[in-house]
């Protein structure tokens, strides 16, 4: 690696670092957080009795599903779903297809498909189907954010085995909360390589504030219906 570039790469890590000092990124989001995870919960609470009905009445198992994950500073916690799969499904086909995606930095195009989410995945029952393609399995995660583990807005967190393959660069991407909705999901969504990602989420963070995050709220919704199924 050239000077240049390392350069260049000290100069955004500089830049990333700085962001953490501005007020909003220190005491505002979190408050955005408290305010809005709180407000959500209240209006969706007849939504969660419905979803968790419908889980024990399709299948057997937890209504909620406890998944580890890597949060701010690479620390691990469990983030909460509504149960989508087959209780105790094996968790290789998923590991398998995304590792591939990183190491590999695959594009849609390469592969002749439109989206480089799993297709046909055999541990998905009926009724996660649903709950998947409006994101109402991500609901739970409300309770994350409550507990400080995540915020609203910010990069998705990882899976530890999709951690053990990050690169420096790639890491930078948890300096900050991960969120349960962000500026991939409403632009790129599962339609860009692991690499461009990463780069969307770093721009996020550089330009993180809370016209943006609103922004990102808003448009949250209307992408869950746009993209359905």
Request: hydrophobic share 40%; aromatic share 8%.
């Amino acid at each position: 690696m050239g000077e240049a570039s390392l350069d260049a790469q000290s100069r955004h890590q500089e830049r990333l670092l700085s962001t953490m000092q501005r007020p909003y990124v220190q005491w505002g989001k979190r408050i955005v957080d408290v305010v809005f995870s709180s407000i959500l919960m209240v209006f969706t609470s007849p939504l969660w009795v419905l979803i968790a009905l419908g889980i024990k009445l399709h299948s057997e198992g937890p209504v909620f599903y406890r998944q580890q994950r890597i949060g701010k500073n690479g620390e691990l916690f469990d983030m909460l779903k509504f149960r989508s799969m087959r209780n105790n499904s094996d968790p290789n086909v998923h590991k398998e297809h995304v590792q591939s995606l990183i190491a590999n930095d695959i594009s849609p195009e390469s592969m002749g498909v439109s989206s480089l989410k799993l297709k046909s995945d055999p541990r998905i029952t009926g009724l996660g189907k649903i709950l998947r393609s409006f994101g109402l399995d991500e609901l739970p995660q409300l309770i994350n954010v409550l507990r400080g583990e995540m915020s609203i807005v910010g990069p998705r967190p990882p899976l530890p085995y999709e951690y053990e393959l990050y690169t420096n660069w790639h890491k930078r991407r948890l300096l900050v909360a991960p969120g349960i909705t962000g500026l991939w999901q409403v632009t790129a969504h599962n339609q860009v390589t692991f690499n461009r990602m990463v780069e969307i989420d770093l721009d996020y963070i550089m330009k993180m504030n809370v016209w943006t995050d609103l922004k990102i709220m808003i448009l949250t919704p209307i992408e869950m219906i746009r993209r359905r199924g």
